[in-house]
């Protein structure tokens, strides 16, 4: 069972955190309707072929999610508009969710880059710190320019042998503390 779920959309520090990511913007539950046979985790090409395929447009915005008592965070995502209007969340993830929490953005142009969520600690726990700097890590060096500019799976050995190194060891340490902080702040 996953630590993370949707964040609870009228929960106060919930509601503070999405206002310090979209000042003008309110957070919103959607539904979650995954579309069959995609992979996971792949929002803008999704979308992208169901608008295509059956109308409506793409809407950028911040999927907001938390694990409970640690952090909080925001994820750059595209859920589908229907041409009736309804907002869907239509992309695949590794877990099950009836919802999502999620704040249109429109700001936001997707470049096909990775852009790193914003995340803020929900607790003082330097396991918890440690956790957010390996992810926001993790995200610096799959936008290094030796892979960057790739779209789908991602090529490792494009990258200097030290960022690989870099990278495997990160899975192990976020292993660790991932165990740690389960313990601590259990799923609920």
């Known amino acids: 069972m996953s630590p993370i779920r949707a964040a609870i959309v009228d929960a106060p520090h919930a509601v503070a955190f ?3 990511v979209r000042p003008t913007g309110t957070m919103i539950s959607l539904p979650c309707d995954p579309a069959e ?6 929002c803008f090409r999704i979308v992208t072929e169901r608008v ?6 793409m809407v950028l915005g911040w999927a907001i999610w938390e694990w409970p008592g640690a952090f909080i965070e925001a994820e750059f995502h595209a859920v ?6 309804d907002l869907i969340d239509i992309a695949p993830r590794p877990f099950e969710f009836s919802s999502i929490a999620f704040v249109p953005d ?3 142009v997707d470049t096909g880059r990775l852009v790193d969520n914003i995340r803020q600690p929900l607790v ?4 918890v710190k440690q956790f957010l700097f390996l992810a926001k890590r993790r995200t610096e060096i799959l936008n290094h320019p030796s892979i960057v500019e790739l779209f789908g799976d991602i090529d490792l050995s494009l990258l200097p042998k030290a960022l ?3 990278l495997r060891d990160q899975v ?3 292993a660790r503390l991932e165990l740690r902080l389960m313990r601590r702040y259990p799923p609920k």
């Not at 003082?124 to 396991?127: A, E, Y």
Request: net charge negative.
């Open 106 to 108: 429109s700001r936001l």
């Open 172 to 174: 192990k340490t976020l």
């Open 164 to 166: 690989v190194k870099e």
């Open 124 to 127: 003082d726990d330097k396991d």
């Open 18 to 20: 999405a206002k310090s």
């Open 37 to 42: 046979g995609e992979s996971q985790l792949d």
């Open 80 to 85: 589908w508009e229907n041409p009736a209007g």
């Open 52 to 57: 295509s395929a059956a109308g409506g447009r």
